[in-house]
T-cell receptor, first 116, second 116 residues
Framework: NAGVMQNPRHLVRRRGQEARLRCSPMKGHSHVYWYRQLPEEGLKFMVYLQKENIIDESGMPKERFSAEFPKEGPSILRIQQVVRGDSAAYFCASSPKETLMNTEAFFGQGTRLTVV | GQNIDQPTEMTATEGAIVQINCTYQTSGFNGLFWYQQHAGEAPTFLSY????GLEEKGRFSSFLSRSKGYSYLLLKELQMKDSASYLC?????????????????FGKGTKLSVIP
């Protein structure tokens, strides 16, 4: 059973370009969470999605950032017109539909975005 | 508001015991998690506490006091491979977070260095 798969592992973009980060949850998991980890900072919640639905995007910057989790395929975090401050590690976590209080969350290995 | 505090760095000797403390102030409480994160890798689940007391799991134990907003992670018989960051995370109460969702608030992490 493959874990949470994120790709690419490393992504370099020039300022003003678009970045697309992909996350395939664990098999059987229908809930996806995106987190951002800035250098020397803790993981910050960005968005919580279920298939075809954004449940909570309270942690997403209001502009340039969007996320989706289509019926088929991976979840995508899209950053338009990237700036240097977007350089960070972006982690995806997934959990099953029926999530108990003590259910583990499984994290992917992250995508390290560098904006030059 | 949400605030989670843990020491930035700790150093301990191989074979020894180390205690990593975490204090939190969050809007509601639905459980506290500890994760281990090696540099450049995914956070991996270590423990979960929702009731007061000590949870033991092999060399690792975690303690919670809800009235004090306090937790600690205890690592025994330290090994070199335990050198990593240890992340304290709280699941606060949220309109969107069911009992089992993974919208977690993380501390900045404690970087533990185990020396010979």
């Amino acid at each position: 059973n493959a874990g949470v798969m994120q790709n690419p592992r490393h992504l370099v973009r020039r300022r003003g370009q678009e970045a697309r980060l992909r996350c395939s949850p664990m098999k059987g998991h229908s809930h996806v969470y995106w987190y951002r980890q800035l250098p020397e900072e803790g993981l910050k919640f960005m968005v919580y999605l279920q298939k075809e639905n954004i449940i909570d995007e309270s942690g997403m910057p209001k502009e340039r950032f969007s996320a989706e989790f289509p019926k088929e395929g991976p979840s995508i975090l899209r950053i338009q017109q990237v700036v240097r401050g977007d350089s960070a590690a972006y982690f995806c976590a997934s959990s099953p539909k029926e999530t108990l209080m003590n259910t583990e969350a499984f994290f992917g290995q992250g995508t390290r975005l560098t904006v030059v | 508001g949400q605030n989670i505090d843990q020491p930035t760095e700790m150093t301990a000797t191989e074979g020894a015991i180390v205690q990593i403390n975490c204090t939190y102030q969050t809007s509601g409480f639905n459980g506290l998690f500890w994760y281990q994160q090696h540099a450049g890798e995914a956070p991996t689940f270590l423990s979960y506490n929702v009731l007061d007391g000590l949870e033991e799991k092999g060399r690792f134990s975690s303690f919670l006091s809800r009235s004090k907003g306090y937790s600690y992670l205890l690592l025994k018989e330290l090994q070199m491979k335990d050198s990593a960051s240890y992340l304290c995370a709280v699941r606060p109460a949220s309109t969107y977070s069911g009992a089992g969702s993974y919208q977690l608030t993380f501390g900045k992490g404690t970087k533990l260095s185990v020396i010979p």
